[in-house]
């Protein structure tokens, strides 16, 4: 795992060197065969409709949008020449693996248990995924971040997985760029502050009333990945 942390450090040391505009993805092409079914199915998860668009019996587009979410998804008639099914390892990043598993469950979608990879091994019978082929039973022990999945599909085959990202990997958030894509995201980022901050106090033995500062500090410096306050 240290070989693979390193590689992802250098190519986002690269990237950020050689890159003078900004790159936004916007859009993932879905390959679906039905595309009424695929519309029902993506707003089953709750995600919310942008377009429907047809031209003609030929052509048409549907995108989707994720809650909180910068990037969406399109499928239709005629958008993508790729097998129906053949998108797989499509990742959503959530502060809370169990409750975003909750949430689809009580819509219906049929979703996996949550899995966590074995460290260091990366050949296995199952799918791929970021950590390897061999899925381990249940969130990771240690509850790191990026290390706890679950996984689903949607009606052609489509694979998806929620990834839970609790702190981001250092390089990855610059520190003006604090953001939060839901109140449950923030309110995780709070209590792990508020953790923290609670230690920070018996280590002083004192009340410490400048807490909103510190509860700050912590929260930029825990998404740009640089050392923790204490």
Known sequence: MSDLKERIGTTSAETTAATTVDLKLEIVVIPVSDVERAKQFYAKLG???????????????????????????????NVTAAAPGSAQGLYLVVSDIEAARKELLGRGVAISEAFHGADGVYAGPDEPYLFGRLRVSGPDPDHRSYRSFVSFRDPDGNGWL??????RLPGRVDAVDTTFTSSTELASALRRAAAAHGEHEKRTGQHDVNWPDWY???????????????
């Open 47 to 77: 995600w919310r409709l942008d377009a429907d668009y047809a031209s003609g019996d030929d052509y048409r587009v549907i995108q989707f949008t994720p809650p909180g979410s910068n990037a969406s998804v399109i499928f239709g008639k």
């Open 162 to 167: 929620f990834q839970e990202v609790t702190a």
């Open 216 to 230: 700050a500090e912590y929260i930029v410096r825990e998404q740009a990945g640089k050392p923790l306050p204490s």
